[in-house]
């Protein structure tokens, strides 16, 4: 295969993988409103509020005091009309109007407002996971929120395209907080998790594992989070998360480092980054090795580490370039370096997507890069007189982009 050949083949090869994008906050169109889509949701992303008040001296309460679609309006003139939108965030947006078909140098919201009105869920739904080029996306569901509890006990509608995750963030890190709640679902619990605690604890685990079917266990920890042995924290998983996930071969995920709210009046957009312990993953891995550890981490500082620790350990798989590494610039970075430490053992990417339309642009511009690093890696084998071929490819890419978390998940 000769290098001119080889490019067109990387493209052509990711352009065809179905995707299985193993952590998102979507949902099926069946769970009554949960499913965040339509141009005043990606407009009001996160993300895009974080930089919009980069330039309002407006209080924040009185901006989410108003309807979204006039939050809309400020974000949209502020950071794509007064001035170019060369954020990732930004750019997104672009290439979902430009992906679906839309007139994106009219620059008209209304006439965005327009075509999203016309649109039936059900069909827009099909028309962006073709678009994405995902086959399936992996939920994050959460059985302390009670309208998703709610969703779940009466029996919503599945759609296949959409797996379960387990998110259990509160158990781990304010079980007292959660007493009450397990309480009321009927579970035997006290605050201290004495006398028969962490068998019920185990017991509302199974539940929802069973309920939901869920694909592996997942929680978001505080780059503060350490292995004390004493802490409710570090009880409640020794206890109750890692046996149970042990016992139904489940995946713990970790999503280390972030720092909640570091400004609580941008609500969702206030959570920042903070470099986490890499020593809880190493510890976890070795001190656990029937136990299986999807781990991701947000700080840059944390990557290299964490590629390294993944050498040691071949129970952790790491994904993702997450949240405030989900750049271009980061994506490249990261994924040159754990092409070069681990080979194809690991997963590059997941969306983290909260509307419908993310899946277009994150996987566009992920794919992108990852073609670029790729072509680089394999224009190597090519120098050294490697023989590649179209089918080893496009397996390698299957293996990146699902299969890994799929055998993972066997293992
Ligand atoms: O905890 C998480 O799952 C994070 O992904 C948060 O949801 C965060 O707000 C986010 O959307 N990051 O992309
Ligand atoms: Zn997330």
Redesign the pocket.
């Known amino acids: 295969m000769n290098r001119e050949h080889l490019k067109d083949i990387v493209e052509e090869k990711l352009a065809a993988v179905e995707i299985v994008d193993i952590?998102t906050?979507l949902f099926p169109a069946s769970f009554e409103g949960m499913l965040l889509w339509g141009i005043d949701e990606i407009l009001t992303y996160?993300?895009l509020i974080a930089e919009y008040f980069r330039y309002s001296e407006m209080e924040y309460a009185d901006f989410f005091r108003l309807p979204k679609s006039e939050q809309a309006d400020l974000v949209w003139n502020t950071l794509f009309l007064e001035r170019s939108p060369v954020s990732e965030a930004q750019r997104g947006v672009l290439t979902v109007l430009k992906r679906l078909g839309l007139d994106v140098g009219a620059r008209s919201l209304n006439v965005y407002r327009d075509h999203f009105r016309s649109l039936t869920l059900e069909q827009h739904l099909d028309n962006v996971f073709k678009a994405a080029g995902v086959k399936e996306v992996v939920m994050?569901n959460d059985p302390f929120d009670p309208q998703e509890r709610g969703i779940w006990k009466q029996g919503a509608a599945q759609d296949p395209r959409f797996k379960s995750s387990l998110r259990i963030?509160p158990l781990l890190l304010d079980y007292p907080q959660v007493v009450r709640t397990l309480q009321a679902e009927g579970y035997e619990v006290d605050a201290d998790l004495g006398g028969n605690s962490a068998a019920e604890v185990c017991r509302f685990l199974e539940d929802w594992i069973k309920r939901i079917d869920a694909l592996y266990l997942g929680a978001?920890l505080p780059a503060t989070f350490s292995a004390a042995d004493a802490s409710l924290s570090w009880r409640v998983l020794k206890e109750c998360v890692l046996p149970v996930c042990r016992e139904h071969g489940l995946p713990l995920a970790l999503?280390l480092g972030?720092k909640r709210r570091v400004n609580s009046g941008l609500e969702?957009a206030g959570?920042s980054v903070g470099k986490a312990e890499i020593g809880v993953v190493e510890r976890l891995c070795a001190e656990y090795p029937a136990n299986k550890f999807l781990v991701t981490m947000l700080s840059r500082e944390n990557q290299h580490e964490l590629a390294v620790t993944a050498r040691k350990f071949r129970n952790l798989m790491i994904f993702g370039c997450?949240?405030f590494l989900?750049n271009p610039s980061l994506i490249e970075e990261i994924t040159v370096m754990r092409l070069e430490l681990l080979g194809l053992s690991f997963l590059p990417q997941h969306s983290?997507a909260?509307v419908l339309e993310h899946l277009i642009y994150k996987w566009d511009h992920s794919r992108a890069v990852l073609g670029r690093v790729l072509l680089e890696k394999y224009e190597d084998l090519l120098t050294a007189g490697w023989n590649l071929t179209e089918e080893q490819i496009e397996a390698d890419l299957g293996e990146l982009l699902g299969g890994n978390f799929y055998r993972f998940l066997q293992a």
């Open positions: 952590h906050h996160h993300y994050t963030d978001s999503m972030v969702l959570d997450w949240w989900n983290d909260r």
